[in-house]
């Protein structure tokens, strides 16, 4: 089991700056690929930016590509996700997964998953 906890959600203005933090806790945390995900009101969750095991390899949805920054600490097991330039179509729930393969894109693909963090940006 893999437990993960996210934070650093918020209300913020059109143009702002975010960064969310996910603790993973459990196994071995750099077994895992991570990933970001969102989910916003009456909408299917959408896959945001992914991770490689080891960091070396990230991935991004095409609506955050220039914008938001995935990176991972194997030592302190935690991912981030620095969200820059941020646009009101960004709100929403935001989950950390991991996933046992090195990195995916499907929610399908993701094991283990935390609760969410809010984003809410403003106009």
């Known amino acids: 089991q893999v437990q993960l906890v996210e934070s650093g959600g918020g209300l913020v203005q059109a143009g702002g700056s975010l960064r969310l933090s996910c603790a993973a806790s459990g196994r071995t945390f750099s077994n895992y690929g991570m990933g970001w995900f969102r989910q916003a009101p009456g909408k299917e969750r959408e896959f945001v930016a992914g991770?490689?095991?080891?960091?070396?390899?990230?991935y991004y949805a095409d609506c955050v590509k220039g914008r938001f920054t995935i990176s991972r600490d194997n030592a302190a097991n935690t991912v981030s996700l620095q969200m820059n330039s941020l646009t009101p179509e960004d709100t929403a729930v935001y989950y950390c997964?991991?996933?046992?393969?090195?990195?995916?894109?499907?929610?399908?693909?993701?094991?283990?998953w935390g609760q969410g963090t809010q984003v809410t940006v403003s106009s």
């Open positions: 991770i490689s095991r080891g960091g070396t390899s990230t």
């Open positions: 997964a991991a996933t046992t393969h090195n990195y995916r894109t499907g929610t399908y693909e993701y094991d283990y």
